[in-house]
C-alpha cells in the first residue's frame, strides 16, 4: 500500500489525513503541536464539514520521533506555514521513498523551495482551495462547501503524469479535484486570491462578518485593488491566470480605474458569496469560516503576509510596477502582529486614499 505523510497537520493538512485515512489510505500525520498529536493519538482525528462530523483512528508522529522512523513514505503533503517551508523539507528528504515526491499543499509560491531541497523531479504541484482551521487539539473544522473545487494537481514542467493522476484520484474524496498542465497559473491564482482575502480579514478581524453596506463596498474596493497589482505582475510575466472561487482573476489585471474596480469588486461579492456560511452552518461547525492569516491573527502568532502580499511586492519591484496597496497592507498587518494596531472596521479608512478616484 502507498505510504502517505501528511507534514502539518493544521486545517489543511488534518483535512488531507482525516479523509484520506477514512477512505482506507495508509496515512501519518507528523506536527509540531504536541497536544495536536496527543490528542489525535489517543483519541483519534475529528473533522466537523458542513455534512457531518466524524473521527478516524490515524497515525501520528511528533516531530522528533520521525527520526525513529524507518520505513519511507511514497506520497508526502506538506501542509506548513510558509517560514517553516525549508526547515520542514531537510526534516522529511531523508524519509522519501527512492521514487516518492512531496506535494507542496499549502499556501504562497513554495514549490521552488521545497524542490531545490528534495529536487525538483520529487515535487510536484498541488493548489489547495479548502477552508479549514484548527481551534483545539484533534479537531479540524473545514468550512468550504463539499460542491466548490478542492485541489488542483501538476508536475512543475507542466505535464500531467500517471503520478499526478493518482494523487488526483486520490483527493477526489475531499472533493473536485484535477490534473492541471498550468500548475504556475493555477499557483499565482491562488496567490492573488489568498492576497486580496487572507490580509484584508486578518486586519478586519471578526469584525469583517459585520459590516454595513458601504464597509463591505470598500473591503471589497480595497481587496480587488490589491489583486490588480498582483494580476497585472502575473500578466507582465506572460503567466495565463485560472478562475478561483467562481472568479475570473486574470480581468483583475486590466482594472486600473475606479470604475472598473467597482465592476471587479461586484464580481469579488459574489464570488464571497459562494463561501458565505448562514448562520445555522456556524452553530453546527462551532466557528465561522476565517482565511488563514485570520486565524494566525486570532492566535497571536506569527503571520504568512511577507509570503503572499510580500511576495507580490518583491516581484513587482523586480519589474518595476508599483505595488502600494500591498504594502500598506503588509505594514499595517505587521503593525497588528506587533500588538501596536488593533483590528476592525476602522482598518478600511487607512486604505482607502490608495483607491483610483477616476
Known sequence: MTRIAVLGAGGVGGSIGAYLSRAGHDVTLIDQWAAHIDVMRRDGLTLTDLKERFTVPIKTLHLYELSREWKPFDIVFMSVKSYDTVWSAHLIAPHLAPSGFVLPSMNAMNDEPV???????????????????????????????????????????????????????????????????NIWGTRWSKLL???????????????????????????????????????????????????????????????????????????????????????????????????????????????????????????????GLPTPMNEAIIALTHQVERGQLDTGAHILERLVPLLPND
Not at 130 to 154: K, Q
Not at 227 to 237: D, F, P, Q, S, Y
Open 115 to 181: 524542490a531545490q531541497v528534495v529536487g525538483y523531479h520529487r515535487t510536484v504541484g498541488c493548489v489547495t482551495t479548502i477552508s479549514a482551521g484548527v481551534y483545539e487539539p484533534g479537531h479540524i473544522v473545514r468550512t468550504d462547501p463539499m460542491t466548490l473545487h478542492a485541489f488542483s494537481v501538476g508536475e512543475l514542467s507542466g505535464m500531467v503524469t500517471a503520478r499526478v493522476l493518482k494523487v488526483v484520484d486520490m483527493l477526489q474524496v475531499i472533493g473536485h479535484s484535477e490534473p492541471t498542465t
Open 193 to 319: 486570491w489568498n492576497s486580496m482575502g487572507n490580509a484584508v480579514s486578518g486586519l478586519l478581524g471578526d469584525e469583517g462578518a459585520t459590516l454595513n453596506a458601504e464597509q463591505l463596498r470598500l473591503d471589497n474596493l480595497i481587496r480587488v485593488a490589491a489583486g490588480h497589482e498582483g494580476a497585472r505582475i502575473a500578466v507582465t510575466m506572460g503567466l495565463t491566470l485560472e478562475t478561483v472561487t467562481a472568479m475570473n482573476v486574470a480581468e483583475l489585471a486590466q482594472a486600473e480605474s475606479r470604475a472598473t474596480l467597482e465592476v471587479q469588486a461586484d464580481a469579488m461579492a459574489r464570488a464571497r458569496d459562494v463561501r458565505h456560511l448562514t448562520p445555522e452552518q456556524i452553530t453546527h461547525l462551532g466557528q465561522p469560516g476565517r482565511p488563514s492569516l485570520q486565524q494566525d491573527v486570532l492566535k497571536g502568532r506569527r503571520t504568512e503576509v511577507d509570503y503572499l502580499n510580500g511576495y507580490l511586492v518583491q516581484k513587482g519591484r523586480e519589474l
